[in-house]
């Protein structure tokens, strides 16, 4: 059984920063791309960022380019994403995602539970 759990999320000043986390369980982590997804109240999930099997590719929606990077650690069984100058725009349910497939898609197959963050002006 695959299991993502997500952790780091919380309550942040505008500017300010967060690195959330994101542990797999149950399969060959290293074989598939992972993506963090946003969901704030009222709009459609978004696609933050996402990362292939061994790393080496990765994307950033244009809304956090420069400010969130995502990264893995496949000894670690973990996806992070790093935010920085956080702003009140980036308020919202964070989820961790697992494609599939060793390179970057738009199929994500297993979610994990979701995370909040909450940026204060």
């Known amino acids: 059984q695959v299991q993502l759990v997500e952790s780091g999320g919380g309550l942040v000043q505008a500017g300010g920063s967060l690195r959330l986390s994101c542990v797999v369980s149950?399969?060959?982590?290293?074989?598939?791309?992972m993506g963090w997804f946003r969901q704030a109240p009222g709009k459609e999930r978004e696609r933050v960022a996402a990362i292939s099997g061994g790393g080496g590719s990765t994307s950033h929606a244009d809304s956090v380019k420069g400010r969130f990077t995502i990264s893995r650690d496949n000894a670690k069984n973990t996806v992070y994403l790093q935010m920085n100058n956080l702003k009140p725009e980036d308020t919202a349910v964070y989820y961790c995602?697992?494609?599939?497939?060793?390179?970057?898609?738009?199929?994500?197959?297993?979610w994990g539970q979701g995370t909040q963050v909450t940026v204060s002006s």
């Open positions: 995602a697992a494609s599939r497939i060793y390179y970057i898609g738009t199929d994500y197959y297993y």
């Open positions: 149950g399969r060959t982590f290293s074989s598939y791309a």
